[in-house]
């Protein structure tokens, strides 16, 4: 079993940064995926950015530019700077870990960008 435990999430204004950190316990396969989705209030879940073991990296279109995935595989590791936040991007952030065989979630922080 794999646990994730997210932080950072909270209130900022428009413009404003965060950053979201995530780290994974128990037993994790080297080679995995590492990422970050949301969802906001009356959508599904989106994928927002995600980071391979190898340090490959692929965004949501919406966010390219502002936000930046990282990872750290000797602590197994993930956060998310978020950068000139804007109200759309108001959501439940929740990490996650891919293996070859499933997918673990954590429980999610919330993120609430005012206007």
């Known amino acids: 079993q794999v646990q994730l435990v997210e932080s950072g999430g909270g209130l900022v204004q428009a413009g404003g940064s965060l950053r979201l950190s995530c780290a994974a316990s128990?037993?994790?396969?080297?080679?995995?995926?590492m990422g970050w989705y949301r969802q906001a209030p009356g959508k599904q879940r989106e994928l927002v950015a995600r980071?391979?073991?190898?340090?490959?990296?692929n965004y949501a279109d919406s966010v390219k530019g502002r936000f930046t995935i990282s990872r750290d595989n000797a602590k197994n590791t993930v956060a998310l700077v978020m950068n000139s936040l804007i109200p759309e991007d108001t959501a439940v952030y929740y990490c996650?870990?891919?293996?070859?065989?499933?997918?673990?979630w954590g429980k999610g922080t919330l993120v609430t960008v005012s206007s």
């Open positions: 996650s870990l891919q293996t070859s065989f499933t997918t673990y």
């Open positions: 128990g037993s994790i396969f080297s080679r995995n995926i």
């Open positions: 980071v391979t073991s190898g340090g490959s990296t």
